[in-house]
């Protein structure tokens, strides 16, 4: 793709990331056979291709953006197809993150659409005021339906009480600050920080806690950083730039600590849209020259949980689940960090059936913020989601990210878990309290064939 950028534009590092980036468009539009947006709604503005045009003008020439710009790039899930199925290695990521942050400086949003993203960016990024909303939220649910036919801001409104469940589960025993040692201390194998995270230990805090006995039977210890908090991608995909680097140095002061004190083999992930944003910190952070080198190390630090459990010995699973498994690969999964072969391996392994899901690469409608501020377009995308999980007659779904859990979740009568969850089950850990309601676990292994 030719370019005009001037000179003077081209000295913001930004601005010459984003000229670099469309400049290796070659526009064959490969990207629109595997963009969600264009296969619901077949508008050419709706895909990646179309994007990078409206990108490329709003830049180019300088301006703010418009309204028309806007409304596609919020269409945009980030889910990052796009850059999987390119040939020409477009970083889509990097230049729609650029986009939004422009636009966030440049555009003055109608006033209840600018309250619902200030609430969000307010509330989710800390979990003591999101616990507090979900107690809110079950007095207002009843008015969810009310809200979603109202329009405007008041759907994203009655899209949240709908999402939000009836009750939060207890806080976890987990506790920052804390280390948790391997088994057999004589057999240790690694040393691993694991993310705290924000709305996964008020939504689900059983993931980390599987995570935390399964890794310590396997022969490692486990340490939750203190003062690490929200890794920031939630606010970073909806353009809050500086709140978002903001995080993301806390993190990494938090992490430095660590490796600089007792060491640190890889900081650990259970939420998979939280780690490709982690992975990215040495890009984000690469102009700051008091945090560019510690970023760098903690993204090169970074992985995924199954990507890390994937090159332990586990042993042989205790249990003969028996169960088949529907394995729904998040798009920061598969997209984001490129991992597809591990957590199916691991399950396998575990004992499961796993099947692969059709049109496994099309996002189900979560991504972050989205089913909330879109909607309309994330329950379309997610009983596509649903139907093509059903189609495989699956006993429940698998998934690494909390954001498809409950996603997912909201439109199937199926239990939908946490890989680690199963893992952990699998390997000697308590039954999940999912597979009991679900008739799957304990109750069912006892029952003669």
Known sequence: MQTSFSIHQLADPHMAESEKILRKCVHCGFCTATCPTFALLGDELDSPRGRIYLIKEMLENDRPADARTVRHIDRCLSCLSCMTTCPSGVHYMHLVDHARAHIEKTYRRPLGNRMVRSLLAFVLPHPGRFRLSLAAAFYARPFAGLLRTMGGPFKSLGAMLSLAPLKAPSPSSLKQGNAYPAASAAARKGRVALLTGCAQPVLAPEINEATVRLLNRAGVEVV????????????????REEQALTDARRNVDAWTREIEGGGL??????????????????????????????????????????????????????????????????????????????????????????????????????????????????????????????????????????????????????????????????YGGPEPALLAEAGLGEARLAVPA
Not at 224 to 239: I, N, Q, T, Y
Not at 285 to 305: F, H, I, M, R, T
Not at 376 to 397: F, G, M
């Open 265 to 426: 083999d890889a900081i650990l992930i259970t939420a998979s849209g939280c780690g490709t944003t982690i992975k990215d910190y040495g890009f984000m952070l690469k102009d700051d020259p008091a945090y560019a080198e510690k970023a760098a190390k903690v993204s090169a630090l970074a992985k995924d949980v199954t990507e890390y459990l994937a090159g332990l010995d586990l042993g042989a699973p205790v249990r003969a689940t028996g169960l088949t498994v529907a394995y729904h690969s998040a798009c920061s999964m598969q997209h984001g960090q490129k991992i597809t072969r591990q957590p199916k391996t691991l399950l396998t392994a575990a004992g499961f059936a796993v099947r692969d899901v059709p049109e496994g690469h099309l996002c189900c409608g979560s991504a972050g913020t989205y089913n909330i501020l879109q909607p309309d377009i994330a329950r379309r995308l997610r009983d596509r989601k649903v139907a093509n999980i059903e189609k495989t007659s699956p006993d429940l779904v698998a998934t690494g990210n909390v954001g498809c859990i409950t996603q997912i979740g909201s439109g199937t009568q199926l239990p939908v878990m946490h890989t680690v969850l199963l893992l952990d089950w699998a």
């Open 224 to 239: 939750l950083p203190k003062g690490e908090g929200c890794c920031g991608a939630l606010v970073h995909h909806m353009g």
